[in-house]
């Protein structure tokens, strides 16, 4: 059960594209289609972004799209805006149990 | 409106216990799984436990497993969190979260507990 990796940080301007990668194993993200991805503002309680590798809920800005490829998801953030600026946790499946990532600060320069 | 509302956390000396409740509105809670979620203080998330619709299905993570217990009250729309042999490492936020599909859709402000002599 050890967390998946996810880089510490990303950055961009706005309007520019950022990508979030998310490597775990063949145990979780390469063995399921369950990623979800969730954002988190400080002081703030997570936010559900993406489900199901690339599924986007009700509300959630079409610049945020996922994707996955073997053992490792993807969140990216395309056209960035100063609100994008939070922590980003993916999460996966690993069979009865799940697994967080580690989390990714994105800033908007 | 659908919600979530966390409570019960406070203050507890190592080896002490605590019970933490959220409370579920705007939704059909007796038909849905439900999940605690942690934040250690500048950490990330961790996914700790869920339970199905009846209770009769619950799934730890093996740092709490032994000493966490979580537990539903479908007729008061509440879900508990029974925290036994605390740790200084279990001081953290909780959130409860609505656990749907294989993802957790709706989550509780959450609620601080602080582990400390």
């Known amino acids: 059960q050890s967390a998946l990796t996810q880089p510490r940080s990303v950055s961009g301007s706005p309007g520019q594209s950022v990508a979030i990668s998310c490597t775990g194993t063949?145990?979780?993200?390469?063995?399921?289609?369950?990623v979800s991805w969730y954002q988190q503002h400080p002081g703030k309680a997570p936010k559900l972004m993406i489900s199901?590798?690339?599924k986007r809920p009700s509300g959630v800005p079409d610049r945020f799209s996922g994707s996955k490829s073997g053992n490792t998801a993807s969140l990216t953030i395309s056209g960035l805006q100063a609100e994008d600026e939070a922590d980003y946790y993916c999460?996966?499946?690993?069979?009865?149990?799940?697994?967080f990532g580690t989390g990714t600060k994105v800033t908007v320069l | 409106e659908v919600q979530l509302v966390e409570s019960g956390g406070g203050l507890v000396q190592p080896g002490g216990s605590l019970r933490l409740s959220c409370a579920a509105s705007?939704?059909?809670?007796?038909?849905?799984?439900m999940s605690w979620v942690r934040q250690a203080p500048g950490k990330g998330l961790e996914w700790l436990a869920n339970?199905?619709?009846?209770?009769?299905?619950?799934n730890y993570v093996d740092s709490v497993k032994g000493r966490f217990t979580v537990s539903r009250d479908n007729a008061k729309n509440s879900l508990y969190l029974q925290m036994n042999s605390l740790r200084d490492e279990d001081t953290s936020i909780y959130y409860c979260?609505?656990?749907?599909?294989?993802?957790?859709?709706?989550w509780g402000q959450g609620t601080t507990v602080t582990v400390s002599s």
């Open positions: 979260a609505r656990f749907t599909n294989y993802h957790l859709d709706v």
């Open positions: 705007g939704f059909t809670f007796s038909s849905l799984w």
């Open positions: 339970m199905n619709q009846d209770g009769s299905e619950k």
């Open positions: 063949s145990s979780d993200v390469g063995g399921y289609n369950y």
């Open positions: 199901d590798v690339n």
């Open positions: 999460c996966s499946f690993a069979g009865s149990l799940y697994v």
